[in-house]
């Protein structure tokens, strides 16, 4: 059994930039998370926070040219030895982070056609996988993939393996694609967005069904999200980004019950409220995401903060206000 501190991802201090025409983006700016085996992180911030960015660095998954993992560590514990490997350190293309990509840690994304190729059946994707990193026999790995499109609940499973994906509707797409990224029992799955680009039904029944995945494949699930209700759906424990950092954690009670950084409650005010006027809506957060060239000095978030003080102007540290509860803010200094 692993030991109940022992973490299956720990990332510390991670920065990864990218060196554009117009300057360098710090995307990642120092961000530390980690992930216990079997457990649920959900990923939270707004668009351009950094999440996404985060995650490729994970897997490395980066522009080689552009970018750059200029400080920090990813470890990652093997599946079957238990070893403990940096891939902030691996080679981007070598033969480890491929083992380890779409075997040991799976992605899936917003968009299902990113990762399901048009040009082939759904089946044929799925078999070339489970061959690829399980060494099954073509038959054995056929039989597979049908059980695994039983297993995320697409009906006529027999069927659908040989269906193009471009036949099949954007719920049934995510269910393959959910399909594909489990059909290697990964350790770890990290899930983008999954749910953003369809409507509230489905959107509703792919959850469900992660969540029961979770349980039957025993793996952890990192969900990524600009959603909050994803997040209250989902997660034991939060971590909310803002500008490249991760600016509070903690479990999802807390986060929801007792958030204490002024942009986790300005997150949480903006939720739509059920049954509340169409105009009274949502409170967003006052004024805009700064751009990612001029990053205020000290803590990002001050340009936006109901709650600006003076000292905002120096670095905020993230301090542990109680037992795994964590904030980056002065207020709390
Ligand atoms: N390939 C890239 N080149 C330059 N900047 C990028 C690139 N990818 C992302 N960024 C920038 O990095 C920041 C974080 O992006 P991202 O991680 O995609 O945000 P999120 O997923 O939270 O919406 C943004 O400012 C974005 O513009
Ligand atoms: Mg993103």
Redesign the pocket.
């Known amino acids: 059994m692993e030991k109940n501190n022992q973490k299956l991802l720990q990332i510390d201090e991670l920065k990864t930039y990218?060196y554009?025409l117009d300057g360098v983006?710090r995307?990642?700016d120092g961000v530390s998370l980690a992930i216990k085996p079997g457990e649920t992180l959900g990923l939270v911030?707004?668009?351009?926070?950094?999440?996404?960015?985060?995650a490729?660095s994970v897997l490395r998954l980066?522009?080689p040219k552009?970018?750059k993992i200029v400080q920090g560590q990813i470890r990652f514990r093997r599946r079957d030895t238990s070893a403990e490997i940096d891939l902030a350190n691996v080679d981007p293309h070598g033969d480890l982070i491929r083992s380890i990509r779409g075997n040991e840690i799976a992605m899936i994304f917003q968009e299902p056609m990113t990762s399901l190729s048009p040009v082939f059946t759904v089946g044929h994707q799925i078999i070339e996988a489970i061959r690829l990193h399980q060494g099954s026999s073509a038959q054995e790995a056929r039989q597979k993939a049908i059980d695994m499109l039983q297993a995320v609940g697409l009906g006529m499973a027999d069927q659908l393996v040989d269906e193009y994906p471009h036949r099949l509707s954007g719920g049934q797409r995510q269910r393959a694609m959910i399909a594909m990224a489990l059909s290697c029992r990964p350790s770890l799955l990290i899930a983008?967005?999954p749910t953003t680009a369809l409507d509230v039904t489905v959107q509703a029944q792919i959850l469900d069904l992660m969540n029961s995945l979770k349980e039957r494949f025993n793996m952890a699930i990192w969900i990524?999200t600009?959603n909050l209700g994803v997040v209250a759906e989902m997660a034991d424990r939060v971590a909310v980004?803002y500008m490249?950092r991760v600016v509070e954690s903690g479990d999802v009670r807390t986060i929801f019950h007792q958030p204490l950084h002024p942009y986790t409650v300005g997150l949480l005010q903006s939720i739509p409220k059920m049954g509340a006027q169409i105009k009274n809506r949502l409170a967003p957060i006052p004024g805009s995401v700064p751009d990612?060239f001029s990053i205020p000095a000290g803590c990002a978030f001050r340009t936006r903060c109901p709650a600006i003080a003076a000292h905002c102007q120096a670095e905020a540290p993230m301090l542990e206000v109680e037992p795994g509860h964590y904030v980056r803010c002065c207020l709390y200094a």
């Open positions: 990218f554009t983006v995307a990642v911030g707004e668009s351009g926070s950094g999440k996404s960015v985060t490729h980066l522009p552009t970018s983008d967005e990524i600009h980004m490249g990612p």
